[in-house]
């Protein structure tokens, strides 16, 4: 509808939009006492085969409530580095760091399993280009251990939130560094120092088998859990397998946003489930309305092959997973409703400050999803 208004109209309504959103979020912000001060945050994601690793980083990148001090990348394709800075810089944060693991591949995503599902990275990263990492620069990306010591070494003590949505290598490469430039502690010196909590979308709750153990690299996976040594609370599959998203952004978001056009890129048009968003909800806010923890006391094992189990073990107490403490259509409505306010407060940004180029690529998407 707003595609048919001549642009200074658009941009005028797309901005009030925004304003409103923003002051709705502000008030929020404010009435919610737990949550006045910033959540500090470090992400490590593997944005490439599922599409719900960009609404996670969306979320944070567009919440009043969280600093995001960087995001490491642990999948190898340039394009997923790419695509995170393009994220992060139309989401208003074009100075955040990123790394990701070496050697980079140009791999871009086949559906081979269901032959269903698109490759959203490479076109996030050449049509929304920007931030620290425009188009053909992946290679100015950070070392990620070096980026988690610079960054951690820099904040304060026990202020640090880091929110794993991905594959382990970062955290295990983390976990074996020795003292550097940037900080004379070890790794588990410096996560003791500065960590004050790891969130992990990994494993199934009590016990199963899930892709971010699994999937890439196992040992690595049960090396960084069971040498990991600050809290932690895990988010399962059971978590966000049913709390299914993106509908009402791609109904209602802005036709120039990046994470509309890359949930319709891959998922043409379907909800998705939302294992990461859910788990970036908590890293951000807690237990809040939505979650509490499965156990009281023990610890998580992971296994040589992947799979996971919950040791009831009485001495340990610093390890949970979450439940939802809602119905799934209370969660997804709550997902889909941040996705909205996110999308359009920064297109809002956008239509006050860009230039023509911004509505040729709204035209071109728009024609592109017009005509399924
Ligand atoms: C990826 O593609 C870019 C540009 O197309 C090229 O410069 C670079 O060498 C490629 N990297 C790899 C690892 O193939
Ligand atoms: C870290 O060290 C452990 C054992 O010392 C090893 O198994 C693991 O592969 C190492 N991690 C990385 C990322 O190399
Ligand atoms: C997992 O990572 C470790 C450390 O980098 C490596 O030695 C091992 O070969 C990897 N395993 C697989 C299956 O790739
Ligand atoms: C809730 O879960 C059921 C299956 O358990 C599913 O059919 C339904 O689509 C889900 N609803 C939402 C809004 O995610
Ligand atoms: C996406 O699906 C919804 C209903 O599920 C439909 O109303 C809408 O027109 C579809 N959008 C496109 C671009 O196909
Ligand atoms: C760039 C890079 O790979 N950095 C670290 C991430 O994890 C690997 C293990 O795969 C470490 O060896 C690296 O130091």
């Known amino acids: 509808m707003i595609l048919l208004l001549p642009r200074a109209i658009r941009r005028l309504i797309l901005l009030s ?25 470090i992400i490590d994601t593997d944005l490439f085969s599922d599409v719900d690793d960009a ?75 920007g931030g620290t990492l425009p188009w053909g620069h992946a290679e100015d990306a950070w070392d990620p251990v070096a980026l988690y010591r610079k960054v951690l070494a820099e904040a304060e003590d026990q202020s640090v939130t880091i929110a794993s949505i991905g594959f382990f290598e970062n955290l295990s490469g983390l976990l074996n560094s020795t003292a550097d430039a940037y900080s004379s502690l070890t790794g588990p010196e410096l996560i003791a120092a500065k960590v004050s909590e790891l969130v992990v979308m ?24 069971h040498n990991w040594n600050s ?15 993106g509908g009402k952004l791609m109904a209602e978001g802005p036709a ?43 610890y998580n094992h992971v296994a040589e092959d992947g799979s996971n189990a919950w040791v009831y073990d009485d001495r340990v ?23 909205l306010e996110g999308a359009w407060s920064a297109a809002g940004r956008d239509a006050a400050t860009e230039s023509v180029q911004g509505d040729e690529r709204i035209l071109s998407l728009q024609s592109q999803f017009s005509h399924p």
């Open 202 to 225: 990994g494993g199934e709750y009590p016990s199963g088998y899930e892709w971010n153990f699994w999937g890439d690299n196992s040992s690595l996976a049960a090396h960084a859990v």
């Open 17 to 41: 939009l925004s304003l409103s959103s923003l002051a709705a979020s502000s008030d929020l912000h404010q009435t919610n006492g737990q949550n006045t001060a910033a959540k500090t945050l």
């Open 256 to 298: 120039n946003d990046p994470l509309r056009a890359a949930y319709f890129y891959y998922s043409y048009n379907t909800t998705r489930s939302s294992f990461d968003p859910l788990t970036m909800l908590y890293a951000m806010e807690g237990l809040g309305d939505l979650f509490e923890y499965g156990n009281e006391i023990g």
């Open 55 to 129: 609404g996670a980083l969306m979320l944070a990148a567009t919440s009043p409530a969280v600093r995001l001090l960087a995001v490491n990348v642990n999948y190898p394709s340039s394009y997923s580095a790419l695509a995170a800075s393009a994220l992060l810089a139309h989401y208003g944060h074009p100075q955040t760091p990123v790394g990701i693991r070496r050697p980079l591949t140009n791999a871009t995503f086949f559906d081979s399993w269901a032959f269903e599902l698109g490759e959203y990275t490479s076109k996030i990263a050449y049509h929304w280009s």
């Open 317 to 339: 107490t610093n390890q949970h997973w979450l439940k939802l403490k809602v119905t799934n259509e209370t969660a997804s409505a709550e997902l889909d409703r941040r996705f």
């Open 231 to 245: 809290p932690i609370v895990f988010s399962g599959f059971e978590l966000g397998v049913d709390v299914l998203s």
